[in-house]
């Protein structure tokens, strides 16, 4: 079961990216619930298809913390 969280940081802008195989999503893991959450966390927003999603990151200072969300996630 593979999911990727990915973050990207470019003129002070930030984005993240989510992606979800079909073994992660039979396991009930989707990506538009996962990278809105942890865009959240930043203050940001997105949401996209269980298999692939983005989102904004709103204060990039809190970028790792929205990674370390979804170690969390992943780790369940």
Known sequence: DI???FGTV???KG???CVC???AIAKGMKAGNIVK???MLTGGN???RPESASASIGD???AEMA???FQSVNAQ
């Open 3 to 5: 999911a990727a969280l």
């Open 10 to 12: 470019c003129d002070g």
């Open 15 to 17: 984005n993240l990216y």
């Open 21 to 23: 195989g079909k073994d």
């Open 37 to 39: 959450q942890a865009a």
């Open 46 to 48: 997105g949401g996209g």
């Open 60 to 62: 990039i200072s809190k």
């Open 67 to 69: 990674l370390e969300y």
